[in-house]
Structure formats: C-alpha cells, structure tokens
C-alpha cells in the first residue's frame, strides 16, 4: 500500500515538473488564442443577431428593397412577353428521389414554350439511368419540353455537369437558370415568385429561395441539422442580403441570371463548392443577390451517420480551399467597396467558415479539458461559460420548436465540429481529400413501409464499417479529463467532459441518425 502511494506520489511530481516549465506555457498561449477566436465569434453573432432583429422590426422584406411587379400578359406578343427559363436537375444515381425532383421541375406553373427542363443525369448505375431516362420521357409525352442530358464521364462532378448542361444550343435561348438538386422539390409558383426580381432589377444576379426540410422530424440527427441550418438561412442569408446584397449560393432552389453566370466565368470545378465560388466571382463583377426567405422548397436532410459526414466534410473543406484560392482575388479586386472586401474576408470566409470550425473543437473538446490537467492554466468564467452560451442562445432562436434539446444539440455540434475542423484544415493545405467529392445520399421513402409490403429488416450490426476511431479517442481524451477533475479538479467541469465524452463515444460506435438495412 505504501509503495503504491510512493510510486503515485513521484508519478505527480514528475508530471507537475514537466507541466510547469514545458506545457504550461503552450497551453496558455492555446488558451489565449481560442479565447481571442471565441470573441470574434461572439461579435459576429451579435452583429448578425442585431442586424436581423432590424430587419425583423422594420420589415425590410426583398418586395420593398427591389422593384417587384408580376409578369403581365401581352396580347400582342402572348407569351413570349415571358423570359426563357431553362431548369436545370443534376443527378447521380438517385434512385430513391428522382421521381420527386422531375415531376416537381415539371410541375412548375410558366407558359410551356417558354420553359426547358434539362436533366442532367451522371449517373453510373445503368439501371437508374434507364429509370430517369423513361421518366423523362413519359413527361415528354405529356408534352414537357424536358431535356435527358448525359456525359461520357464525371469530370467536374456537379460543377462539370452543369458546365457541360450550359453548352447545348438550346440554353442559347435561354434568360434565366434555375437549379434543383434531385431532392429538391418547388411549388408551382416557385418561377412567379423568383423571376419578376431579375426581370424588373437588371444589377441581380440570384434569387435565392428558403430550404424546407421535409424529413426534419425522422430522427433525433436530423432534428439538430435543422437547428443549424434554420440559424444558416434565417439569420446568415438574410443578414448578407440586407447589408450587402451577398451570400453563399445554396447550390439549388436558386435562379441565376445567365448573363451574370457567364460574366463571372461559369462553373469552376477547383473546389467541392462550385456554389459559393460562382457566387464570389459574381459579387467580385459588381451583381448583387436577392434572397427570398418566405419562399421555401422542400427537401431532405441526410438522415445517416455516414451521408451526413461526408456532406460536413465537403461543406468544410471546400470553403477553406476556395477562402486560400480567392483571398488575394478579393483584396486586388476594384469593383466593389472596401467594406464588402472586408465582409467577404473577415466575416464570411474567416470568421464563418475557418473560426467557428476551429474554436468549436479546438477550445472545447481539446484545450479546456486540458486545463482540468494543469492547475497553472484557467480559463476565465466569461470564456468557458458566457460567451459559449450566449452564442449557443443566438444560434437556437433559428428553431425555437427545438429549443428543448438545446443541450443535445451542443453535444452533436461538438462532435461534428471534429470533422469540419480535420476539413478546413485539408481545405487549408490542399492535403489529400481536398477534392473529395461524395453525393450525400437521399432516402427518400425508402425506409417507409408501404401497404402490403413487409417491413424492413433490422439493420445487421458490421462493428468494422461503424466504428470511428477518431470519435472513440477523443470520447477517452474527454473521458479520462473528466475523471481526472471529479478527482483531482477545482474546475468542476466533469459534468460537461462526462457527456461531451458520452457523445463522442456513442458517435464512435456509429449510433447516430437512420440505420439503413444492409442488402
């Protein structure tokens, strides 16, 4: 018993004369830098939380900022008083979803001859392909000017696919462009409502439409991306198209301009997000956005653990790398003030896109637990707890029907926030994934069962294919600080670092999200 303490003892002060003079310093120097990154986040919260609040206040809806007036009929020129539109749907084997997609581009209420739909199917599924080519053509029967479109190959991905869609002749024809995902489904009126901003406004270049998640309630994972992504288009979009008539393309539910596309050099494939590129080089040529947050067009959330990863790390990855591609770009640039640089810049690439991926992993599942672990280094109060909650406070008013899972939704973000700061990273140094582009997969109504159908069999567990080996180290890196401040602490942080590790944990053996039966 006694050797036993004698060997704790010298553990301890072997430990504490290596973390005084070696990782004392760096962890204050990691604190002081996640602290500095917090603020600016914080402010970038409550700069939008006030702008928004403004716009709420005074009602500055899009209708009252731009000029809006219906199309009207013309008796002389009938309906070729209607702009051309051509619809674009980019698909890749999407077989759950398809259906919905073209029935709804072809649903959409304009004068027939004054609309194409163009899907463009890069599908290497032979099976799916003959799938979406008869669809196409049982609604060119109907009389639809549709449009089955496919290439040789996937260069470019989404990007490619458009950029080859954009070639055909008949898009010569054409004013305007609107794309949908092939999950994505607008109500009739979508082009009544979008197209008189381009019409009666020749600086717009896009009209941006609201998301409307149809699935948002499947599970307990899709319940916390609705919360983030309420908070993206309630307050991000609506801020940027109040105050400097710039935002993030979506990448759908979207109408372009097609003069302002090609003004600013089209679809580039250099990164996995074409949207926002195009969306940059636009706003760099001087063209201003309009975003629609009343219109909504619905669509699914990815509902798997897996699906939903692969988007996070395209969505992370890809504005880092287009951030290290264009920062010169924008500061050289003469066309727009030095206010929207320094917006484009500090606000919505640094701050957005690198900081709050960073700060979110780095400071709370990294260097605060590790204070627990070195007594010489504290956190102040208004750091690890004020500032935090008030920027989770900020993010929830998106969702107020989840405003009850506000603490599952904290533990979610940070587990992700893993992913999206691995990403930014790769995204930073161009390292091996950089390019990486997987289509998020749609279920559609797959799992639903159908009349006189038998149910889905229950998933068979493939340890291997579920478990996530980063998840599970820093579920024990947490674990292990926890159990080291109940004990040891004054910090009285084990509470957090026992659920943050339980999160990570249950992530790490793949219980998140829809589990799909195997085939």
Not at 37 to 44: D, T
Not at 213 to 234: A, G, I, P, W
Request: hydrophobic share 45%.
């Amino acid at each position: 018993m006694a050797e036993g303490l004698l060997i704790t003892s010298q553990m301890g002060l072997f430990w504490h004369q290596t973390t005084a003079p070696l990782i004392a310093p760096f962890l204050k120097l990691s604190v002081a830098a996640c602290l500095a990154m917090s603020l600016m986040l914080f402010f970038e919260r409550v700069y939008m939380g006030i702008v928004i609040l403004f716009v709420k206040l005074f009602r500055k809806k899009p209708h009252k900022t731009y000029k809006w007036e219906p199309i009207k009929d013309d008796l002389e020129l009938a309906h070729f008083a209607y702009p051309m539109v051509l619809v674009q749907i980019p698909m890749y084997n999407e077989r759950e979803v398809y259906q919905l997609s073209i029935g709804a581009a072809c649903g959409l209420s304009w004068p027939s001859n004054r609309i194409i739909i163009q899907v463009l199917d890069d599908s290497t599924d032979s099976s799916i392909k003959d799938l979406v080519e008869l669809e196409c053509k049982r609604w060119a029967s109907k009389g639809i000017n549709i449009k089955y479109e496919i290439r040789d190959n996937r260069n470019g991905y989404k990007a490619g696919a458009l950029k080859e869609g954009m070639k055909h002749n008949y898009v010569k024809l054409c004013d305007y462009v609107a794309i949908f995902d092939a999950d994505f489904q607008p109500d009739p009126d979508f082009l009544w409502r979008t197209i008189p901003f381009l019409t009666n406004n020749p600086e717009i270049a896009l009209v941006q439409a609201r998301w409307k998640f149809v699935n948002s309630d499947e599970c307990l994972m899709t319940r916390m991306q609705e919360m983030s992504l309420d908070y993206h288009f309630k307050v991000e979009q609506e801020v940027g198209s109040a105050t400097h008539a710039f935002f993030g393309f979506n990448g759908t539910a979207g109408v372009w301009r097609i003069a302002a596309l090609n003004e600013a050099g089209g679809w580039k494939d250099r990164t996995t997000v074409e949207d926002m590129d195009l969306a940059v080089r636009a706003s760099l040529k001087g063209w201003k956005f309009v975003y629609v947050g009343d219109l909504k067009v619905k669509n699914e959330l990815p509902s798997t653990f897996k699906a939903y990863r692969y988007q996070q790390h395209r969505w992370s990855c890809g504005p880092a790398n287009l951030f290290k591609k264009m920062v010169i770009e924008i500061m050289k640039n003469k066309k727009v003030s030095m206010w929207k640089k320094l917006y484009l810049i500090y606000s919505f690439f640094f701050v957005r896109k690198i900081v709050a991926h960073i700060v979110t992993f780095v400071f709370y599942c990294v260097v605060l637990p590790a204070t627990v672990l070195v007594p010489e280094v504290s956190v102040p109060r208004w750091g690890a707890i004020y500032i935090p909650s008030t920027i989770t406070l900020l993010n929830a008013v998106g969702t107020p029907r989840s405003f009850h899972l506000i603490i599952f939704w904290i533990l979610f973000e940070n587990v992700m926030s893993l992913h999206r700061t691995k990403a930014t990273f790769i995204g930073l140094f161009e390292a091996g994934r950089v390019n990486e582009w997987v289509v998020t997969e749609k279920l559609g109504d797959a799992l639903k069962t159908k009349p006189g159908s038998k149910a889905p069999r229950k998933p068979r567990l493939r340890i291997g294919e579920r478990l996530h080996v980063l998840e599970l180290c820093v579920g024990a890196y947490l674990f292990f600080c926890g159990c080291y401040d109940l004990n040891f602490g004054k910090n009285q942080y084990f509470i957090y670092l026992f659920l943050q590790s339980f999160a990570f944990f249950i992530a790490g053996v793949g219980y998140v999200g829809t589990l799909v039966p195997n085939s």
